[in-house]
């Protein structure tokens, strides 16, 4: 077997600068394997290591006869695949093809240049899809090792090491930095997200739908994916009171809960709040809905910079436009309430409809509620239902048919909150309550570190109200009354243990973890520094730049300040030259040493004796034959150094030092 040592003397310099431009577009690709089709992501895979295999055994090119039908067969299977050539996902695949590709058609330094210039371009692709911190880092390195390739192929005669040409490829990057910050606070924003495409604007989105069925909050509840963020002015609510409305589903077809059509304006919604205002800042993560969220019941219709928001009869907060962006609004709440203590006839005919034909247990079992005089002890009969007989909170109910409320109320007994949610609205209704779905969020996690709540799709959930004579919509949560600690300690503290939740099942793993624990730290510094991350980079609206450059010229404009910058600068500018001045040749420091050391024992160097005359003095003295033979060596090489036209050894002076050891 050929040893590691045999196998790196095979690789010459043009071989180790392939192999570096590989890695480097490697680098590059990767972070596209998690979005693109399996066959695309094993097709690159499969040419750079074609690639790498021609670069190791050094034999020649495919022809181009055989890489021109490839290549049009690979546009065609991406044709296939997307159903066209244009847009972001086939576009991006295209691009990461042709890169592979021309990995095996470079037969000039022309076409090595191209490559790393076509890297350079699809490494701006992968903020289409994350814009994350982990993302950006990774593209910098990408960056870095893509400058290394290229000055790798830049050197003429001797090549500076791989770990210096690394450094030089930073310090490229770094001297680029001051103007991308300058030209990213001061160049004129745009609205609408910083990557994509208007076609691509939706894809791949997660969120609340305007619907409701079996089995779609609880496909939500897998994802760990974050929602929305906020902060509050002053102390956070109870987790029993965390209740972040968003739609309201009237329309039932037997199967599916859906919003009323005809929705009317809020404007003379009876409406009375009392107690302590809840004041919150919501940074709500762009997912091609309209609708915002806020506790309920919120008191006022939130700001968002060129796109209107209006709220519905049923205190829905929407956009007019879908949000596309992540945002930023301010919205006021009240957690004590009453909402419309009358309602009209339409309305309450509205909220008391039921298809025909559907769930006859249950429309009987409503009618049997009827006898209760009482409609606030109907709504406490059923709940007390839920408590006592045997219901089961489960992500893995069983399916459904077409009796769904019927199944789930008498054989199944076993559901998510839609489920809890729907048979308790269609129980009221068929009791004569009138009764709706809300569906939104319900609880968060509080991050101490920055004081930030995040709230995830797996905190999705579903409830109901019901109107009641002189009291209004009031809020009823069937699913507390099955599993409270689902309101109390979130999704993973109501589950079974055995039951999986978020990404690959670590929802009560992170729920078991203490929060003083070192893992628990690190999540919080993590989700803290992402939310800076997105406040003050991602969220760098055009307000946010207005409001930057106003203050900015506002402290410009005072003469103290202006003239402390200038002194700043001057100041700055000092030390740099007097830094210079002091770092002087590193040979030249180890030739003063070498001088300094001779002339303790006896021969010291004269003011006009330059290197060569002075070796000549020293090969004459007394000195012991092996110290002698050091200095005539050191004091070669420094004449060499300072006077032939020849490039100097990289390793000159590790080599001078250690002569001037040997001389002592």
């Known amino acids: 077997m050929k040893t590691l040592a045999a196998i790196t003397q095979r690789l010459t310099r043009d071989k180790a600068d392939t192999l570096l431009l590989l890695g480097a577009a490697l680098l590059v690709l990767a972070p596209h394997a998690t979005h693109l089709p399996l066959w695309v992501s094993a097709a690159c895979g499969a040419t750079l290591l074609w690639r790498a295999s021609i670069t190791f055994r050094g034999t020649r090119m495919p022809p181009g006869f055989l890489l021109l039908p490839v290549s ?27 890169v592979a590709f021309k990995m095996l058609e470079m037969h000039a330094r022309r076409d090595l240049f191209v490559v790393i210039f076509l890297c350079f371009f699809l490494v701006l692709t992968n903020f289409f899809y994350s814009q994350s911190i982990a993302t950006a880092i990774a593209m910098i390195v990408s960056v870095i090792a893509l400058l290394t390739a290229q000055l790798s192929f830049q050197f003429t005669g001797a090549v500076p090491s791989f770990g210096r040409r690394l450094l030089i490829g930073a310090k490229i990057l770094g001297m680029g930095l001051p103007l991308a910050l300058l030209l990213f606070f001061v160049f004129p924003r745009i609205e609408g997200p910083l990557w994509g495409m208007p076609g691509d604007a939706a894809n791949g989105r997660s969120g609340l739908s305007d619907s409701m069925a079996p089995g779609n909050l609880s496909s939500l509840a897998m994802s760990g994916e974050t929602a929305f963020r906020v902060k509050f002015d002053g102390p956070a609510p109870m987790p029993s009171q965390l209740y972040w409305r968003g739609l309201v589903l009237g329309d039932f077809d037997g199967r599916t809960w859906t919003r009323v059509q005809a929705q009317a304006s809020a404007s003379n919604i009876a409406m009375s709040v009392s107690g302590r205002p ?47 962006a992540r945002v930023r609004y301010h919205v006021t709440s009240y957690l004590s309430y009453r909402v419309q203590p009358k309602l009209e006839l339409g309305e ?99 991050n101490p570190v920055d004081g930030y709540m995040t709230v995830r799709q797996s905190d999705a959930h579903a409830w109901a109200e019901v109107w009641l004579a002189g009291r209004g919509w009031q809020r009823v949560d069937p699913t507390a009354a099955v599993a409270p600690e689902r309101v109390q300690r979130g999704l993973a503290g109501a589950l079974p243990r055995q039951e999986p939740f978020g990404i690959a099942g670590l929802g009560s ?17 993590w989700s803290a520094l992402n939310n800076e991350w997105n406040q003050w980079i991602l969220n760098y609206t055009p307000q946010r730049q207005h409001a930057l450059l106003s203050n900015l010229h506002a402290a410009l404009s005072d003469w103290r300040v202006g003239a402390g910058i200038v002194l700043l600068l001057t100041l700055l500018y000092i030390g740099r030259a007097w830094r210079h001045r002091r770092q002087g040749d590193p040979i030249d420091e180890l030739y003063s040493a070498m001088c300094l050391q001779l002339g303790r ?61 040997e001389s002592r």
């Open 601 to 661: 024992q006896g021969l010291p160097r004269a003011a006009d004796e330059g290197p060569s005359a002075y070796a000549r003095r020293v090969s004459g003295s007394g000195l012991a034959p092996a110290r002698k033979a050091a200095v005539a060596r050191f004091l070669a090489l420094y004449s060499a150094y300072k006077y032939a036209a020849a490039a100097p050894d990289a390793r000159l002076a590790a080599t001078l030092k250690s002569l001037l050891n």
């Open 278 to 324: 809840v004041r919150q800042q919501v940074t709500l993560e762009p997912g091609g809905k309209r609708w915002l969220f806020a506790l309920d019941l919120p008191a006022e219709v939130p700001q968002l910079a060129g796109n209107q928001v209006s709220v519905s009869s049923e205190l829905e907060l929407t956009a007019a436009r879908p949000i596309d």
């Open 72 to 98: 049009l067969a690979a546009m065609g299977a991406v044709y296939a695949t997307y159903h066209t050539l244009l847009g972001r996902d086939a576009g991006v695949a295209m691009l990461v093809l042709l």
């Open 348 to 446: 309450v005919v509205q909220s008391l409809m039921l298809p025909w034909g559907f769930n006859p247990q249950a429309k009987r079992m409503g009618e049997t509620l009827r006898r209760i005089a009482d409609p606030a002890k109907r709504v406490e009969a059923v709940l007390k239902m839920f408590r006592s007989e045997n219901y089961i909170y489960t992500l893995e109910p069983p399916r459904l048919g077409r009796e769904s409320v019927d199944e789930f109320l008498f054989t199944t007994r076993a559901g998510f909150c839609e489920h809890y949610a729907s048979s308790f609205v269609f129980l009221m209704r068929a009791a004569g309550v009138p009764a709706r779905v809300v569906t939104g969020y319900q609880g968060g996690e509080m």
């Open 509 to 525: 793993l992170i729920e078991g973890v203490s929060e003083s624990s070192l893992l628990a730290q690190l999540r919080n510094q």
